[in-house]
């Protein structure tokens, strides 16, 4: 009984399997692992949007050298386990050739064994400085590294003379990414970090950790999370009067953070990337045309701004583009183009790879974004 | 008892041959953690279908072992082997511990109770970011082997990890068939009734949480070498609720059906994937539907199908539905 | 500001959120109490009022006072619904396939909400402004005491309905003793209906009166529902002031352990307490204790 089942149940999958890989001979297949639903679905839903935005307007285009891209996007949940199952089924059964994603740090570690064994190029969309340090062959990434966006924001209040802050991170791998950071850079700008506050992912009310922080001896408070938790924290920090000079993290930097924080958001100060104040920046910025060009496909397709997170997709897509007209075909040649990008101008920033760096991002990939009136302000 | 050597024969020998005809495949891939997923839920199908104790924070154990084994090879080099004893032998023994006033609790408050317990266990998980890496989670975790047999690939820790699943199998197949097993039932059915007749109750279930909670750091450590990544995501609640699910589902007490609500249970989000983002519905009413027309979980509700569609096919009325 | 002016503060966070959680509570106060089905779905109803009421008031474009009532109506709908075609099917229904029933609704719901209404989280407008109040060194803002005056009114409310309503008679009844309660003529099964409708009521209300304070998004049943959860089991299950006691040590434990321990074992801290009351008096802080039935 349990033999039929199981044998039923295996030919079926089988049998789609084996229909997969035979309707789609021609094109080139590229793989993706976005966390669409689950607690990181900030992240894999404008990821997996983006990516299937970008692949659909180059096969309009004609696709690559008369090559149509096919993108085949899995779900990873932000879990690990099923991170490595899709990504196993990305390689064996999909035969793909590049693999863009996952969406957080922790579905990219859990991955890395994986292709680096299977030998295929791995675009990662998540921040963590342990992606590409220590160097991996066959790993990179384009989410800009959190350490840059933490030395922005101390560099600031070098610059205003503030040295004690408190800090206020949430307790995901967003956050502890952050906090790490945070702490690790304080001793380097002369920083002291008086408290030292995390809160979980769905936490309703943050006015303890922030009465705590009003009694200490801070000058400043850094927050770091997404939505909603930072909106939360602008409101409660409102309602306590905290008169400390109040700053976010690139998590929160789309238009429904000021939606959700209201009045509460005036005067935060913020990291961004530049994909943000694309009308802003001045027409010498390199990466104007291809910031301009994302918001303005994001908003056609999707009805919606284009954010950051998006952006990651964007530019993985792009560099693979990049590869594959510069005539690599198999995951060995694609990987050795990527790595000879030089002077992408993508929305994270400009890329560099280089067989030392898989990174490829300098501290300029990041500008600080001041919240005025509902609207961003460049902070010079 | 013969019925139950035959049974396991034919399934073992079904397992064995299972990778035959996947070579490459990914299904190998998902297999592997079907048997890690069987081997948690025929632990979990101990304590809750034979001594009908609920627990909705078995995935803490498993985070336990998982850690216990990541930590002390990853960072300290141990041996992999001793670790996965020493893993089982310490979760087990805290099970063993902290089983006395938990257990005392009955229904509900055993439920809130065990779910308080994963949920403390997970935060741990989190916020020891010096030993576990936190919620970015652990990686270099090595792979088990013996000798020059390093178990990297999935042929390797498909029989690993069934091997260890079986055995385990084979273990809880002949518990549930000697005193301690009838003792369990017994239980089970009114523990007042078995506290009469003579058994010590409260020893035994506190035994057998400690066993379930044994068995289920050795799935946690084998899982850990064979991702060679562990990150706290895998261990929250909703794992726990995962467990709890393919154990009803597959059917109370019924060790080879813990095996089918496991493999239904891994396999559904492969086959839903056809859905999107809707397989979260999929699953949902899925659920519903199951409980619902297979009150008694696969290892009945099957048979009943079978014999209903049957029935139908030969336009005879099947009396034989409500059998099983 | 000083030690006592925190304290005042924390007390004041704890009975916010804890208030939030004893509301969230009596929803499966109130079904268990009734019927002994401990209802995971609970949280979802919670949801499902914050969400529906976003809905109405900016797709629908209702004005609040209409969006309000017409969520919750919306909400007790589904909650009978799902009375109906989950609850009420189950032929031999035993307190684990319950659960897993339960288990399996709540993804259902939760999985419908993100396919309506994506996965971005909202905000609804305080009811009364949000000029903080302050008393003393602390300040709690106008909605926290709309939400003290619905945990009230709805504690009140339980208490008439419950012990002077001839449905609320019947309903306890039905708790006490199934078998009884049906042999001198309580319709057992409508009894369980109303129990799901009252108690979708009040969680679509709590979802409403705490949306504009905590956001509301698809997913934030699951954590609302557990903290609820505590609270109930804390206050014996009770579907009066027990369950809102409960929510309040829940919120109180949360609030001093985020403040004076660490914030990042502010739950844990909170788990353990509970572990220990449990253990203690496993029959919650304020129930009396029942023999079991053999």
């Known amino acids: 009984m349990l033999g039929k089942t199981l044998a039923a149940a295996q030919i079926a999958l089988l049998v789609l399997g084996v229909g997969n890989s035979a309707l789609a001979a021609q094109p080139i297949k590229i793989g993706a692992l976005f966390a669409v639903t689950g607690p990181a679905s900030f992240l894999g839903e404008p990821e997996r949007n983006t990516a299937q935005m970008v692949v659909a307007e180059i096969n309009r285009a004609g696709g690559i050298k008369g090559q149509m891209l096919e993108l085949i996007v899995y779900d990873t949940q932000g879990d690990a386990t099923k991170a490595v199952q899709a990504a196993n089924r990305l390689i064996k059964e999909d035969r793909v050739v590049a693999i863009i994603g996952p969406s957080t740090t922790g579905d990219t570690m859990a991955v890395i064994p994986l292709v680096e064994k299977e030998q295929i190029p791995l675009i990662s969309c998540a921040a963590g400085i342990k992606i590409t340090e220590p160097l991996k062959k066959w790993v990179f990434k384009t989410a800009q590294n959190d350490s840059l966006a933490v030395a922005k924001i101390y560099e600031r209040l070098v610059r205003q003379k503030i040295s004690r802050v408190a800090i206020l991170t949430v307790s995901d791998s967003f956050g502890s990414s952050g906090r790490e950071q945070l702490k690790a850079q304080a001793a380097r700008f002369g920083i002291q970090i008086e408290t030292d506050d995390t809160y979980g992912p769905k936490d309703t009310d943050m006015t303890a950790q922030l009465t705590r922080i009003r009694g200490s001896q801070a000058q400043a408070l850094i927050c770091w999370g997404t939505n909603p938790g930072p909106a939360v924290i602008a409101r409660n920090a409102k309602q306590l009067g905290l008169k400390l000079p109040l700053y976010m993290s690139h998590g929160v930097s789309s238009k429904k953070f000021i939606e959700l924080a209201g009045d509460a958001a005036e005067g935060i100060t913020l990291p961004s990337g530049r994909v943000l104040v694309a009308e802003l920046l001045p027409e010498s910025d390199r990466q104007k045309k291809s910031l301009l060009g994302f918001v303005k496909d994001y908003q056609r397709h999707y009805n919606k701004e284009g954010d950051h997170f998006g952006g990651h997709a964007w530019d993985a897509v792009m560099l693979l583009k990049g590869a594959i007209e510069r005539g690599a075909d198999t995951p060995a040649t694609i990987r050795e183009q990527l790595e000879k990008s030089r002077g992408f101008a993508g929305i994270g920033g400009i890329f560099n790879f280089s067989p030392q760096d898989h990174a490829g991002l300098a501290s300029d990939a990041f500008v600080l974004v001041e919240i005025k009136n509902r609207d961003w302000l460049l902070v010079k | ?324 | 500001m000083n030690l006592s002016q925190q304290i005042l503060q924390y007390i004041l966070s704890g009975l916010s959120t804890g208030a939030i959680y004893g509301l969230v509570g009596l929803g499966f106060a109130i079904i268990f109490s009734s019927t002994a089905i401990v209802n995971f779905a609970q949280g979802e109803f919670v949801m499902l009022g914050g969400m529906l009421s976003v809905f109405f008031l900016e797709v629908v474009k209702l004005p609040l006072w209409l969006a309000v009532p017409v969520a919750i109506l919306t909400a007790t709908m589904t909650g009978v619904a799902f009375e109906r075609l989950a609850i009420r099917p189950l032929k031999q229904a035993t307190p684990l396939s319950l659960v897993i029933i339960t288990i399996g609704g709540s993804i259902l719901l939760r999985g419908l909400a993100m396919l309506f209404w994506g996965k971005d989280t909202h905000a609804l407008p305080p009811f009364s402004g949000n000029e903080p109040l302050t008393l003393a060194g602390a300040t709690i803002l106008p909605q926290h005491l709309w939400i003290f005056a619905v945990t009230l009114l709805v504690i009140t409310g339980n208490k008439l309905f419950f012990y002077y309503s001839i449905s609320g008679k019947a309903m306890r009844a039905c708790a006490h003793n199934r078998r009884a309660a049906s042999l001198v003529g309580i319709d057992v099964q409508r009894m369980v209906l109303y129990s799901f409708a009252l108690s979708s009521a009040i969680g679509a209300m709590a979802g409403i009166i705490i949306a504009p304070l905590t956001m509301t998004s698809y997913d934030v049943g699951i954590m609302l529902g557990l903290k609820g959860f505590c609270a109930a089991i804390i206050g014996g299950m009770s579907s009066g002031l027990g369950t809102v006691i409960g929510g309040i040590v829940l919120g109180l434990l949360e609030s001093f352990g985020a403040g004076f321990v660490s914030s990042g074992y502010k739950d844990a801290i909170a788990f353990v307490i509970l572990l220990l009351i449990l253990i203690i008096r496993p029959q919650g802080l304020f129930h009396r204790g029942e023999s079991e039935r053999v």
């Open chain 2, 1 to 324: 008892m013969k019925r139950e050597v035959v049974k396991f024969i034919i399934f073992a020998a079904l397992v064995m041959l299972a990778p035959l005809p996947l070579k490459q495949s990914y299904l190998l891939n998902v297999l592997v953690f079907v048997g890690i997923n069987t081997l948690l839920a025929v632990a979990l199908n101990l304590l809750l279908g034979f001594a009908g104790q609920i627990s909705l924070g078995h995935a803490a154990f498993f985070g336990m072992g998982a850690y216990l084994s990541g930590i002390l090879t990853a960072n300290f080099g141990l041996n992999p082997w001793l670790i996965i004893v020493l893993a089982a032998v310490t979760v087990g023994g805290l099970a063993f511990v902290l089983g006395f006033p938990i257990l005392k609790l009955k229904g509900h408050y055993l439920a809130m109770a065990t779910l308080g317990f994963g949920i403390i266990f997970y935060i741990v998980f989190n916020e020891t970011i010096g030993l576990t890496g936190g919620p970015s989670g652990l990686p270099g975790i090595p792979n088990l082997a013996i000798g020059s047999l390093t178990f990297d690939n999935d042929l390797k820790n498909y029989y690993l990890i069934w091997g260890v699943t079986l055995l385990t199998i084979l273990l809880c197949v002949n518990l549930a068939h000697s005193r301690i097993g009838r003792a369990l039932r017994a239980i089970h059915d009114s523990e007042v009734a078995a506290r009469v007749m003579g058994v010590n109750v409260r020893l035994l279930k506190v035994q057998i949480f400690a066993l379930s909670a044994a068995i289920s750091a050795v799935a946690g450590s084998l899982y850990a070498h064979t991702m060679t990544f562990i990150s706290p995501t895998s261990f929250g609640f909703n794992f726990s609720v995962e467990l709890v699910t393919m154990v009803i589902i597959g059917g109370l007490g019924s060790i080879y059906g813990s095996f089918l609500g496991a493999a239904l249970l891994t396999l559904l989000p492969e086959l839903l994937r056809a859905f999107r983002d809707y397989d979260i519905i999929a699953y949902g009413a899925l659920l519903v539907f199951m409980t619902i027309f297979m009150p008694g979980g696969l290892v009945r509700g099957i048979p009943d199908l079978m014999l209903f569609l049957w029935s139908r096919l030969t336009g005879k009325r099947g009396g034989n539905a409500q059998t099983g």
